[in-house]
């Protein structure tokens, strides 16, 4: 984390990858403290300039570290000119029922940033639990495609991880049935339940 550290990042990425830019460059993590995170962000909207990166993005930031961001975005703009501090096209964080963060969508829907969900199968640690039960039954699916389609139908971009090639087929299998606002409804909770690790609380 770092202005530094960054842009050694960024030009290991293409040394190691041989391409010749990168479709979506996230910050892993808000880790580091504000002038890390700022720095950050500066180097990867100078590489964007330069034409290395198409699209930017933040990873695991909680609302304070989005609002510090677009602060600090706006005065980069006073310093550099308008769209010259860069924009949050793409946010990644861990969403599922248990875990639906609305402080966090709520922010990202106002601003239109993309949502993408990881851990969305929550590595199968629900899938006993007798709504997901009930709802793969009705609609003659699995609970890891309940959950992918619920993600789905929530306006996020899931991202179900698997090396099991039958499991991957599985997981893309979900275009063909909807959830009803009924089903969307049952599944709601208000459970703060991370399968992972949970940096959006960071105040460093």
């Not at 003659?140 to 090396?163: D, M």
């Not at 909807?178 to 049952?186: A, G, H, I, V």
Request: hydrophobic letters at 35%; glycine letters at 8%; charged letters at 25%.
């Amino acid at each position: 984390m770092g202005y530094e550290s960054t842009k050694s990042s960024i030009a290991s990425t293409f040394k190691q990858t041989g391409l010749d830019y990168i479709d979506l460059y996230l910050i892993h993590a808000p880790y580091g403290g504000t002038e890390a995170r700022n720095g950050a962000w500066r180097a990867l909207v100078e590489a964007q300039q330069a034409g290395q990166i198409r699209s930017l993005g933040v990873s695991n930031y909680g609302v304070h570290h989005l609002d510090e961001l677009e602060n600090y975005i706006k005065e980069l703009e006073s310093q550099n000119g308008k769209g010259k501090g860069g924009e949050i096209s793409v946010g990644q964080w861990e969403l599922h029922p248990w875990l639906t963060r609305p402080d966090i969508v709520t922010w990202c829907q106002k601003r239109g940033v993309i949502a993408q969900a990881y851990c969305p199968v929550i590595r199968g640690q629900r899938f006993d639990e007798p709504i997901l039960q009930s709802l793969a039954k009705k609609h003659n699916k699995t609970p890891a495609q309940v959950l992918i389609r619920w993600s789905l139908q929530k306006g996020f971009v899931p991202l179900p991880k698997s090396v099991t090639h039958s499991r991957i087929e599985e997981n893309a299998k979900v275009f063909d049935f909807e959830l009803t606002p009924e089903d969307m409804k049952s599944l709601e909770t208000a459970d703060y339940s991370p399968c992972a690790w949970d940096p959006t609380t960071s105040n460093d």
